[in-house]
């Protein structure tokens, strides 16, 4: 039996997934394979960039899977592409930001920028993020690295058929991510409270998260 890890795991910097690029790219390369779908969606053809300046979550997971979307706006073909699947049995979110680009025919390229949680924060349960890439500040409280998928825990339930059962996994009691900075396919939740919501539309790339 090995021992559980004590107090907090702190990383400087967090990438896709907290583990060995190799283990991670076996581990989301075999579930390609298998098809396993990570959104119960179809997803669009457009990543879009999320900032948070803190966020404090309960009970995390993280696991290998893939999203199948449409190649482009137009929703012509569709293509899978392989995301860290990331999930918060409860969370909460202070200074948030999204903001997705889109170049339209004949128009542009178009920023669409909404801000959240700057007086009180965003609250979010039952959250599945679908991540392509995640940079930021971590610390990981009771932290396991390397269990199983269908024996995780800490995290929401499992709710994508595809994902291997016997695959690697992460977990852990709390995790908090300072300046957090990434870009995402897909966004699930039970519940999504947004407090102080505010979206605005506009053609200066400034409008982007970062």
């Known amino acids: 039996m090995g021992s559980k890890p004590r107090g907090g795991t702190r990383w400087k910097r967090f990438a896709v997934v907290m583990v060995p690029s190799v283990a991670a790219a076996a581990a989301v390369g075999v579930g390609l394979a298998q098809g396993a779908l990570a959104a119960s969606f179809t997803v669009s053809g457009q990543q879009f960039k999320v ?36 999930t918060f049995e409860h969370a909460k979110i202070n200074d948030m930001c999204q903001s997705l680009k889109t170049d339209i025919p004949l128009l542009g390229t178009v920023y669409m920028r909404l801000e959240a ?32 998928v269908k024996d995780q825990s800490k995290g929401p339930a499992v709710t994508d058929k595809g994902v291997l059962p016997g695959g690697f ?32 539309l506009g053609t200066d790339s400034k409008m982007e998260c970062f």
């Open 117 to 148: 949680g700057h007086k009180d924060p965003v609250i979010a349960d039952q959250l599945y993020l679908d991540i392509a890439q995640l940079d930021a500040d971590a610390t990981f409280k009771g932290i396991d690295i390397g269990v199983a």
């Open 169 to 200: 996994a992460q977990q852990a009691d709390k995790a908090i991510l300072d300046d957090a900075k990434q870009t995402a396919w897909a966004t699930t939740a039970g519940t999504f409270k947004l407090s102080g919501l505010s979206l605005r």
């Open 51 to 86: 900032r948070a300046g803190h966020l404090e979550g309960d009970g995390f997971a993280q696991y290998g899977g893939v999203d199948e979307g449409y190649t482009d706006i137009s929703g012509s073909k569709t293509t899978k592409r392989p995301v860290a699947i990331s």
